[in-house]
């Protein structure tokens, strides 16, 4: 597995069974609170420590949809100088519950890939983030039309 470029990729350059590492990131409290300001999530569960400390959690978790967005947000190096379009989302799982102090990373791997006419190809990245544990707490498909290499 190598750790993600910072030279641009393109089409070309995705073979299917190619892994890569992003970089990590602590998921820090004001993470969690700004974010549920942000999209307007004032769930308990995420907010009050007291109220979650009494679920099965045990205390509070970090939204699935941050630890998407982080997860996203670290993979752009892959894509940053290629992408035509984020196509969608297939398979999303969340496996495990993501707090404030953990520590999550991207493994992408390149699952599909498929030319699609001239100056572009779609490929299809499987991500797996895992906590610092290297627990895997969420896995998703992601299909993106990316650019052929400039002639």
């Not at 970090?62 to 035509?84: C, D, F, H, N």
């Amino acid at each position: 597995m190598s750790t993600a470029p910072i030279m641009p990729l393109y089409f070309e350059d995705y073979e299917v069974g190619a892994r890569f590492k992003t970089y990590s990131r602590t998921i820090t409290e004001a993470d969690l609170a700004m974010f549920c300001a942000l999209v307007g999530y004032h769930m308990p569960l995420f907010i009050d420590e007291h109220y979650a400390r009494e679920t099965r959690f045990g205390g509070r978790i970090v939204p699935g949809s941050l630890t998407a967005s982080y997860s996203t947000a670290s993979t752009e190096v892959l894509t940053r100088w290629s992408i035509i379009a984020h196509l969608g989302n297939r398979e999303a799982r969340f496996l495990g519950p993501v707090r404030p102090g953990d520590t999550i990373t991207t493994h992408v791997e390149v699952i599909e890939r498929s030319d699609r006419g001239e100056g572009r190809g779609m490929v299809t990245f499987r991500d797996t983030v895992v906590n610092q544990d290297g627990t895997t707490v969420y896995t998703v498909e992601k299909l993106v039309m990316v650019k052929k290499r400039p002639a």
